[in-house]
């Protein structure tokens, strides 16, 4: 099992909907989790980054995260095309504050 | 402005040469990472930093070296001994142990490419 497992997709969703994307760990002492968007040939930029159970907004984008079920999800509400992007889960390992990666799901939004 | 450089954007390496890629923080961070990341995988670490003068292997650190001898610098050589090294390589920053955790920002990356 991968420390941190996402859909590689690619994820389609229409102009304007609300895209879901979905992040499992398997440590369950980790604290921290963020997202990360990359374009395609740049370096990951990060979005949002959530340290307790619930869901943390920031704009067209809610993180949430659940503990008990080991998840982390993120949705951003209204797409546009400029969120083509491929998305990237990060989970902090305790023991020494590493960052262990997910490979990340493609999204594509149609216009 | 405060940012993360790396130089150069692109790399091309011979058979048998070391190579060594450039990175640059001006945001007074203590931490510094570089990544390795290839197509449809996660990025994974090669070596981290938590303070000048000291570094650690990260999970893929063979055929790889590091130094910091400046909190600004961590450059990566790529040494003949790796194998396949053909990849993006990223250079991310961060501080340590912050209460917001371990927010890493990263630089434009590097595409390496061997001949």
Excluded at chain 1, 14 to 37: H, K, M
Excluded at chain 1, 76 to 102: E, F, H, M
Excluded at chain 2, 2 to 7: A, K, R, W
Excluded at chain 2, 76 to 92: D, E, G, H, I, R
């Amino acid at each position: 099992q991968k420390e941190v497992e996402q859909n590689s997709g690619p994820l389609s969703v229409p102009e304007g909907a609300i895209a879901s994307l979905n992040c499992t760990y398997s440590d369950r002492v980790s604290q921290s989790f963020f997202w990360y968007r990359q374009y395609s040939g740049k370096s990951p930029e990060l979005i949002m980054s959530i340290y307790s159970n619930g869901d943390k907004e920031d704009g067209r984008f809610t993180a949430q995260l659940n503990k008990a079920s080991q998840y982390v999800s993120l949705l951003i509400r209204d797409s546009q095309p400029s969120d083509s992007a491929t998305y990237l889960c990060a989970v902090n390992r305790k023991s020494n504050y590493q960052l262990i990666w997910g490979a990340g799901t493609k999204l594509i939004i149609k216009p | 402005d405060g940012g993360i450089t790396q130089s150069p954007k692109y790399l091309f390496r011979k058979e048998g040469q070391n190579v060594t890629l450039s990175c640059e923080q001006n945001l007074n961070h203590d931490a510094m990472y570089w990544y390795r990341q290839d197509p449809g995988q996660g990025l994974r670490l090669i070596y981290y930093s938590q303070i000048v003068n000291d570094f650690q292997k990260g999970d893929i650190a063979e055929g790889y070296s590091v130094s910091r001898e400046k909190k600004e610098s961590f450059p990566l050589t790529v040494t003949s001994a790796q194998k396949n090294p053909t990849a993006f390589y990223l250079c991310a920053s961060s501080i340590p142990g912050a209460t917001v955790g371990n927010e890493q920002f990263f630089g434009p990356g590097t595409r390496l490419t061997v001949l």
